[in-house]
């Protein structure tokens, strides 16, 4: 059970319990709405009957604790999946509603996000209709929220500066795509995070309720951009009588036409999640956001400027991983057990950066990615081993006795020599062909898989080094090698490289999330913000996977 709301009520004077009844009664149709809608719990009063506004003393207690039982149970997500018309119906409802968070003696996380969620939408429900398309000023908000928060000063505390410096990136944002790979909705993510009792300060609240306004604002600004964008590049490549489009980044065909896109594009809607997960909800418009992509460059195509890095064509050929020659050699040791020390070259992308991947160095090393290490032991006339020859990892008598070869093989992640072919493939295309300026995201093409990376994945191939760096290559490298999996199994129903890339995402993502949460600590926001995109973006991925495994 959540923590009381209002009053202590086993000590509560029959005043109280009478105001506290007011308020509650005034918020109950929301509760019960949600109490419905999602199944949570019976309510004190059938779907219909008038709830009373004096009952005794006992009754009062009884269904106050209910209310709170309730704010225990119900998660921000719900909230966000009412109908307007139930959470917006009157006022004085949803005023009641946050205010009953407020008073909360001891308030959770899962509160702090609710009352950041409500108060831009009573912003959103009281404010006049002229403000919606103007400059909205901290008085402003303050009068508005006014009935909620009681006076509060309209300056913007210390803490909370960051904030108007994202918004002034926000509007130079023209695409959805800027904003949501640029990592400011992060920074602002993170500034509530790390404030702890001081997001409480009214004056917090309403610098918060503004900036969350003006985000969800430019929000669908953007949304509307793309949009037409997408219209506009359809017309484009009609009117220059192109009737097919390689679409497959948006998950479309190769050979898609330009009037059932021109459907789609006008009757898209966003797909809202249940969970309302920052993955699934940027998922809902990745599709579209890879459309205008795909459209943008078939455009770029026909003027013969800035297309992608690599093009499906005859003349490119596709990548293959091709193995990096791998030499094994045993340490001298007088036990049979005793593992080979393992070598990797030295790749082009390390000779010509002097930069390291961060991948296979040592038996403990790859013991730490999962990767097999427990190799046989081989004589001094044998050729060094390929990563296609070598040995799968060792199992039990038992296990071993069980399972089948191929069984194995597809339960081993992927070997070290084919995460570091990726990685150079990918490295050898960026700086073959440089980011249009202007452009957050570049694709890179893998065995006729496109891949998109971030503008911050691009610079720490081709510019940065250091363990920032470092990380992020390896989540490109994981997601890549994935999304190459996926394809493969999606064409020809080969399974074992999908199982393979997944065993190895999976202990990736263990790894990120632990250096992001590094990163915080050490209060370095860049890092932590680029590095949880990247890893939530490798984690939508293996949802994706998980789908098409058998």
């Known amino acids: 059970m959540s923590s009381r709301t209002t009053l202590p009520l086993d000590s ?42 004096e009952i005794g003393p006992a009754v009062v207690e009884r269904n106050l604790r209910w209310f709170d039982e309730m704010d225990g149970l119900v998660k921000v997500f719900q909230i966000r999946q009412l109908p307007p018309a139930t959470l917006n119906a009157k006022e004085e409802g949803l005023r009641a509603f946050i205010q009953r968070h407020l008073k909360k003696s001891q308030k959770t996380t899962s509160d702090r996000d609710k009352i950041d969620f409500l108060l831009v939408q009573y912003f959103a429900l ?24 009681g006076v509060a000063a309209a300056t913007i505390p210390d803490w909370c500066a960051t ?15 800027d904003l949501l790979e640029s990592g400011k909705l992060e920074q602002g993510r993170l500034v509530k995070e790390s404030s702890g009792d001081l997001f409480y300060d009214p004056a917090a609240l309403v610098t918060l309720a503004r ?13 509307h951009a793309d949009q037409e964008a997408v219209l506009k590049a359809l017309s484009d490549l009609d009117q220059a009588g192109v009737r097919t489009v390689d679409c497959r980044r948006a998950g479309f065909s190769a050979a898609e036409t330009t009037a059932g896109l021109r459907l789609f594009a006008e009757n898209w809607r966003p797909l809202y999640h249940k969970d309302y997960s920052e993955s699934a909800v940027g998922r809902s ?35 293959a991983f091709e193995p990096v020659t791998r030499t094994q050699t045993r340490e001298a040791s007088s ?56 040995a799968p990892a060792a199992q039990s008598p038992s296990a071993a006795s069980k399972a089948p070869a191929a069984s194995a093989a597809e339960a081993q992640p992927p070997a070290s020599s084919d995460m570091e072919s990726c990685l150079e493939t990918i490295w050898e295309q960026l700086i073959a062909t440089p980011p249009a300026r202007g452009r957050s995201m570049s694709t890179v093409t893998l ?49 074992a490289s999908l199982q393979s890339a997944l065993v190895q995402a999976r202990a990736e993502v263990s790894y990120f999330q632990t250096q992001v949460e590094k990163a915080k600590q050490a209060k370095n926001t860049e890092a932590a913000v680029n590095l949880g995109i990247s890893t939530k973006r490798l984690l939508s991925f293996i949802e994706e996977a998980d789908k098409l495994s058998p």
């Open 447 to 495: 065995k006729n898989t496109k891949v998109l990376l971030s503008s911050w994945e691009v610079t720490a191939f081709v510019d940065k080094a250091g363990q920032e760096s470092e990380d992020l290559r390896r989540a490109v490298v994981a997601r890549a090698m994935l999304a190459v999996a996926m394809d493969s199994r999606k064409q020809s129903g080969e399974a």
């Open 126 to 149: 009281c404010a006049p209709e002229s403000l919606y398309h103007n400059e909205i000023s901290l008085a402003d908000v303050s009068r508005v929220l006014e009935p909620v928060l």
């Open 285 to 319: 418009f990745e599709q579209l956001l890879a459309l205008r992509a795909d459209l943008e460059d078939g455009v770029a195509k026909l003027r013969g400027v800035g297309s992608a890095p690599a093009t499906e064509s005859s003349e490119t050929p596709a990548l």
């Open 163 to 177: 904030l108007e410096t994202t918004l002034g990136l926000v509007r130079d944002c023209r695409s959805l795509r």
């Open 211 to 223: 900036f969350n306004f003006l985000v969800r604002r430019a929000f669908i600004r953007l949304l």
């Open 12 to 53: 509560a004077t029959p005043t109280d319990l009478t105001t506290a009844w007011a308020e509650a009664r005034r918020a109950y149709p929301i509760y019960a709405a949600l109490a419905r809608q999602f199944e949570i719990s019976a309510t004190p009063y059938a779907e219909g009957e008038a709830v009373p506004e």
């Open 335 to 390: 036990s049979s057990s005793a593992l080979p020390r393992i070598e990797v070259e030295q790749t082009g992308y390390q000779r010509k950066t002097g930069q390291d991947s961060g991948y296979v160095k040592s038996e403990e090393s790859l013991a730490q990615l999962g990767a097999p290490v427990d190799l046989p032991a081989k004589s001094s006339d044998e050729k060094p081993v390929s990563v296609t020859e070598a």
